[in-house]
T-cell receptor, first 118, second 109 residues
Framework: NAGVTQTPKFQVLKTGQSMTLQCAQD?????MSWYRQDPGMGLRLIHY???????DQGEVPNGYNVSRSTTEDFPLRLLSAAPSQTSVYFC?????????????????FGPGTRLTVL | SQQGEEDPQALSIQEGENATMNCSYK?????LQWYRQNSGRGLVHLIL?????REKHSGRLRVTLDTSKKSSSLLITASRAADTASYFC?????????FGSGTRLLVRP
């Protein structure tokens, strides 16, 4: 299994450009999510999905769009890049526990995409 | 704002000593998870403790959870230089996993 893969590893954009960060997992996980990590800080949740066709906003969704047309893929789109979006972006996936104590489980993280917006 | 806050922000210990990190959070949770991040790398899951559990062990790791105080602690026993990393707690509620700001642990050989 490849686990969680992210492309590209590095990207430089100019202000106003758009792009899509790719994320794929081969573990048949229902739950997928995107985070950004700024220097010296923890991860902040951008968007997440509990299954194909279902997405929801996290802590910092503005400026980003997501879609989940398949279980495997969860791309993150930057609509009009801004310098404030310079960050390292991580994608993660996990099984879901929909029981009484429902919620996430162990998250498997991708290696990250380092994005610089000039 | 972030749900979990770790304390201390940085910790430096000698190899062989124990390291304790604390995490406080604000709202009710389904579970709390601890992750490790080596410099520039993705996060690696260490341990998950559910809201109805009080203590959990995994190898040299011991995690406690006190839901009445909304706090958790991670104890790493007999630390090694390879344990040098940042450690994050993450709280899970309503399918949102929210991370704290992390503790940077340095284990000196």
């Amino acid at each position: 299994n490849a686990g969680v893969t992210q492309t590209p590893k590095f990207q430089v954009l100019k202000t106003g450009q758009s792009m899509t960060l790719q994320c794929a997992q081969d573990m048949n996980h229902e739950y997928m999510s995107w985070y950004r990590q700024d220097p010296g800080m923890g991860l902040r949740l951008i968007h997440y999905s509990v299954g194909a066709g279902i997405t929801d906003q996290g802590e910092v969704p503005n400026g980003y769009n997501v879609s989940r047309s398949t279980t495997e893929d969860f791309p993150l789109r930057l609509l009009s890049a801004a310098p404030s979006q310079t960050s390292v972006y991580f994608c993660a996936s996990s099984y879901l526990d929909r029981g009484i104590a429902g919620g996430g489980n162990e998250q498997f993280f991708g290696p990250g995409t380092r994005l610089t917006v000039l | 704002s972030q749900q979990g806050e770790e304390d201390p922000q940085a910790l430096s210990i000698q190899e062989g000593e124990n390291a304790t990190m604390n995490c406080s959070y604000k709202t009710s949770i389904n579970n709390l998870q601890w992750y490790r991040q080596n410099s520039g790398r993705g996060l690696v899951h260490l341990i998950l403790i559910r809201s109805n559990e009080r203590e959990k062990h995994s190898g040299r790791l011991r995690v406690t959870l006190d839901t009445s105080k909304k706090s958790s602690s991670l104890l790493i026993t007999a630390s090694r230089a390879a344990d040098t990393a940042s450690y994050f707690c993450a709280t899970d509620s309503s399918y949102k996993l929210i991370f704290g700001s992390g503790t940077r642990l340095l284990v000196r050989p």
